[in-house]
């Protein structure tokens, strides 16, 4: 499994980002996906996940109604719509297959940096 995330950088706040995991070495349609985030000195935070046919998605209710999970199975990549961003929501964000919908995480990307500011 291969999971190499893209799109982070630096935003001043209420501003949006997408972030793009690509995939490979898998199935891709048959696992939910998700992205997850690490701030500093805080713990890793289950932001979205979506279904293997793009059919379900869950959101943390930190980001509910200003990111939106997506996947195209045919480019093998899930993203990650990221709108109306705060200060609050720098951290580094990971994409990573799940073994369960809003469950367990089975494998990780390498994390892309999203930093708010002004």
């Known amino acids: 499994v291969q999971l190499v995330e893209s799109g982070g950088g630096l935003v001043q706040p209420g501003g949006s980002l997408r972030l793009s995991c690509a995939a490979s070495g898998f199935t891709f349609s048959s696992l939910a996906m998700s992205w997850y985030r690490q701030a500093p000195g805080k713990e890793r935070e289950l932001v979205a996940t979506?279904?293997?046919?793009?059919?379900?998605?869950k959101y943390a209710d930190s980001v509910k109604g200003r990111f939106t999970i997506s996947r195209d199975n045919g480019q093998r990549t899930v993203y990650l719509q990221m709108n109306s961003l705060k200060p609050e929501d720098t951290a580094v964000y990971y994409c990573a297959t799940m073994r369960t919908f809003w469950g367990t995480a089975s494998s990780w990307g390498q994390g892309t940096q999203v930093t708010v500011s002004s």
């Open positions: 979506i279904s293997g046919m793009g059919g379900n998605t």
